[in-house]
């Protein structure tokens, strides 16, 4: 395994001798045990590579990955990391992303039932795009945005269900009944009243 990380370690410094380098990780939550180890070798020598890495992982997730969890710390540790948290788009940066997938400017109220229905999640976005295309509900017979389209005509593509299950199927039955309480009362309740809906005890 040494003889491994060692090989590899070199190859990047030879690949880097002329120029630098960029190397992009993406998913990093789903990476395996390998792949951290072959990380956590790279970052104890990358102050002799010209290399910079840039690895995308969802911070939910660490959790469910002790390992990769372990790898940022260790390269937190050695003043090799850089943290830069994504946040939602802006709605001007959603116009943008929309007109991208649509290839044209979309007019102010389809950018807004797709902004509120996403809240800016850019995979959402996505999702919700392709998934009133698919739909017809996104363009009349004319071939121009569909001025009647509105939150309720949205729903939710296959695999958003797919993803939200998974998230969902990791969590305890306890725990999913309290979000479908909350799914029904609402994004702004009072605690007294949420926990009365949710017929649980306060803890």
Same mark, same amino acid.
């Given at each position: 395994?040494?003889?491994?990380?060692?090989?590899?370690?070199?190859?990047?410094?030879?690949?880097?001798? /002329?120029?630098?380098?960029?190397?992009?990780?993406?998913?990093?939550?789903?990476?395996?045990?390998?792949?951290?180890?072959?990380?956590?070798?790279?970052?104890?020598?990358?102050?002799?590579?010209?290399?910079?890495?840039?690895?995308?992982?969802? /911070?939910?997730?660490?959790?469910?990955?002790?390992?990769?969890?372990?790898?940022?710390?260790?390269?937190?540790?050695?003043?090799?990391?850089?943290?830069?948290?994504?946040?939602?788009?802006?709605?001007?940066?959603?116009?943008?992303?929309?007109?991208?997938?649509?290839?044209?400017?979309?007019? %102010?109220?389809?950018?807004?039932?797709?902004?509120?229905?996403?809240?800016? %999640?850019?995979?959402?976005?996505?999702?919700?795009?392709?998934?009133?295309?698919?739909?017809?509900?996104?363009?009349?017979?004319?071939?121009?945005? /569909?001025?009647?389209? /509105?939150?309720?005509?949205?729903?939710?593509?296959?695999?958003?269900?797919?993803?939200?299950?998974?998230?969902?199927?990791?969590?305890?039955?306890?725990?999913?009944?309290?979000?479908?309480?909350?799914?029904?009362?609402?994004?702004?309740?009072?605690?007294?009243?949420?926990?009365?809906?949710?017929?649980?005890?306060?803890?």
């Amino acid at each position: 395994v040494v003889r491994l990380l060692n090989s590899s370690s070199g190859l990047l410094a030879r690949a880097g001798s /002329n120029t630098p380098m960029l190397l992009l990780l993406d998913d990093l939550h789903w990476g395996d045990e390998g792949s951290f180890s072959l990380l956590d070798y790279i970052s104890r020598s990358i102050a002799k590579i010209p290399l910079v890495v840039v690895g995308t992982y969802r /911070n939910t997730k660490l959790d469910h990955s002790p390992k990769l969890a372990a790898t940022l710390d260790s390269c937190t540790r050695l003043h090799v990391l850089q943290p830069l948290y994504l946040g939602s788009l802006s709605p001007a940066a959603a116009a943008e992303m929309i007109a991208d997938l649509s290839g044209r400017e979309p007019p %102010n109220h389809v950018l807004e039932v797709i902004y509120s229905g996403s809240e800016g %999640n850019p995979f959402f976005i996505e999702e919700l795009f392709h998934h009133l295309a698919e739909r017809g509900k996104l363009v009349d017979s004319s071939g121009e945005f /569909n001025r009647d389209l /509105n939150l309720h005509d949205i729903g939710a593509s296959e695999s958003l269900k797919l993803v939200i299950g998974q998230r969902l199927a990791r969590l305890s039955d306890q725990t999913r009944k309290l979000l479908e309480t909350a799914a029904v009362v609402g994004r702004s309740s009072t605690f007294a009243m949420f926990a009365a809906s949710a017929d649980s005890n306060e803890d």
